[in-house]
């Protein structure tokens, strides 16, 4: 079959941690909005879920950093974060199409770190909370260094998603690919709570019209002042553009909820 | 600076083990995977033979690595669960910590690491599409310290470990870890410093296998007279498959070098089988 | 993986010094602390490095039960990684 949905989604944790501290009618909107989301993935009848994501030293630490790294465990446990007020859950893995992603990878110029073995912490698991509710569809996650430099380029981002892209395609299932991060934030920064909503509306612009060549040519500096240390994420939001390129990209909800710290945003492709 | 030196040596860790009783053990150990294995088991004579004509060849690349002045040797290596378990493998790993130490028996290792070089083929691989892993420590064993023993026994000059995956399916293919070369190379034509370079491992052996004691020697043969023709781009077309049925998958490692050479001839190549599960290759390259 | 936890018990045995030593007290309780099948319990018990590798562990970990036995303890290979 081939990515019957894709979509791009934020995940700050006070999204659920202190939901109600955001202004309700902006939390409303964003979350339903989220939860829309995942009824319409579950729409698209997918076999399984590829994230493209991040972690938060939830598994690697500076002594063994990946730039690319394919989960191929049989389950993944999560939250780690207690206060999430997500209820802990072993969401499935899907061995075989780890193994076909890693295999792909390495016979066509990717050099993935692999694993089998990682916990999921709020990166992935609160777009799964609100995508994948019952936590049923198994989950293959696709991690980005967005966590400490090196970080990969916005270009190789953009190939690495489109490789995946290819192969998923390819596959035999019905692929809902997701990536989650971003937008703007400065976690455990001075700037803590600060939000650059130019810089989001030009992302989220870039997305939506699909320019890859802006995409590709943002530089790590520039998103280290410009949308902070958590600003990084952004690269699984190119690698998705990477993965879906034909694809036309909507905004579904974007609202910079000081409260979270973060510009959050969700963007559907669609085909 | 063009590459100085390039080396490949076995890391078998029997080749610093003593004579005697530290072999035996290693050989208890090794056969209780499969008894048959050890129907050639060395004597204690044929056990000391082998130290000394390993050291000859150590001797022999240990000259062309001074007489080339480096002033840091990448070693190019794979990690055997020390640093690197299943939730971790790195297909490409290179080391940017400050110091890297490790202990083998009663030797004790212990060299700066040379992280500007390291960040520096990080950032060149990003640049061109190789996606290395990273990490700001990492512990070093036997695939690194059997040859520093013999090729750096002063920590006269720092070194820069790199990890390849050629332990745990699945691993790069031969064409890729020649690219990774072929990327170093560039590289150290770039640095100020002169730029050395050693692959560890192989060549045919069987560990933890019931093929535990034999040795494709004709293979071996085969890989060695390719480096003396300076052929070694010819080698990317194996496939791991290929490398796994002769128990050489660590020479991978070797095809790191093999790329960053290029075209050049081995200057110098020694050969010997152990009779307990390996079979040792020494190459030099002399490069300037 | 199919066999990770065991995989990670042999690991532990060699590289993780606690470990090593607590199994040496009461390899039974160790066991515990991993997700194992009781087939692969009996491998465990049964200290024999080829029945290890039937169930699908690395060769170079299957030899790192040995560390339990009495006859390989003092053996040089834990003196080196």
New interface residues.
Partial sequence: MAIVFACAASHAPGMTAWTEAAPKEQAETFLGSYRKLGERLAASKPDAIVALTVEHWA??F???????CIG???YYDGPIEEWLRIPKARVPGDTKLS?EL??AC??S??????????LFDHATFLPLHFLNPNMALPVVPVIINALTP?M??AK?CF??GEFIGQVLERSEKRIALIATGGLSHWPGEAQHGRINLPFDKKFLDNLITGDHHQLTAYSHDEINTEAGSGGHEIRTWIALAGAVQKWKAELVAYEPVVPWATGCGLVEFSH | MPLVSALAASHAPNILLEPGREWEDFMDLHYSMAPQGSARRPTLDQQKKLRQDAESAFAALRADLEQAKPDVLIVVANDQFVNFFWNNIPTFFVTIADRVQGQFTKHKFDYRNHKELGKAIIRAGMEKGIDFSFGEHIELQHTQNVPLHFLLPQATIPILPIYVNTWVDPAPSPRRCYQVGELIREVANRATERVAILATGGLSHFPGSPRIGEIDESFDHQLLDVMRQGKGRSLVDYSVEDLLKAGDTEFLNWMVVIGAVGDAKASFTAYMPDFVATGWGFVSWKLV | MSCYDLSRLLFDLKMNEAVYQRASADFENVMTGYDLSSEEKDALRAGDPRKLRQLGVHGMLCLYIKRLNPQFRDNIYWAQK
């Fill in positions: 598994n690697f500076l002594n063994g950093m990946p730039t690319f191929r465990a049989e193994a890693i295999d390495l016979d110029g990717f050099d993935p770190l692999f694993s089998d073995e990682l090196p990969p380029s190789r190939a690495f």
